[in-house]
């Protein structure tokens, strides 16, 4: 269950920010998953209410940003996406390919609400985190760095 260790990340990172912006409250947070990641939306957001109860994270909204997976070629360095089911260069054929784009896995924002006492009429003012920091998460790249090439 790795996604429960990579949930448990995502909210420290959430945690440590909200903490820094002196945030009362998270009340959403926006994830980078690439195409290729084995990140699992649902459970990430099954073990997300979980690990977030009684903390200034609680019922916060997962919003998950898919990325497509983009592949160069290593013999001609041609680009492509992954529209099939091999990894193999559609233009010359090779199966030294690396992935460029699609593993990625990180907390792109996190939305907070402030502090609201001595505050006059403007409860619940919203900030915007700066996160961009990446969740420490084991990709395995399919057919990365292949030594026996063609
Ligand atoms: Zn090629």
Redesign the pocket.
């Known amino acids: 269950m790795h996604e429960l260790s990579v949930t448990q990340n995502i909210l420290n990172i959430a945690l440590d920010h909200a903490a820094r912006a002196h945030a009362r409250r998270i009340t959403a947070l926006y994830l980078v998953v690439g195409q290729l990641s084995t990140i699992v939306d649902d459970s990430v957001q099954f073990y997300w209410d979980i690990v977030a109860e009684g903390t200034p994270a609680a019922g916060s909204t997962l919003h998950f940003r898919r990325v497509p997976a983009e592949l160069e070629?290593?013999?001609?360095?041609?680009r492509f996406g992954l529209g099939r089911d091999t990894f193999e260069?559609?233009?010359?054929?090779?199966a030294r390919?690396q992935v460029t784009a699609g593993e990625e896995f990180y907390v792109e924002a996190i939305e907070v609400e402030g502090e609201t006492e001595g505050e006059s009429g403007a409860p619940g003012a919203e900030a915007e985190a700066e996160a961009d920091e990446t969740v420490s998460s084991p990709a395995s790249p399919p057919g990365d760095d292949d030594p026996s090439g063609k």
Do not use: L, N, Y
């Open positions: 070629c290593r013999e001609c360095g041609a260069c559609p233009t010359c054929g090779s390919v």
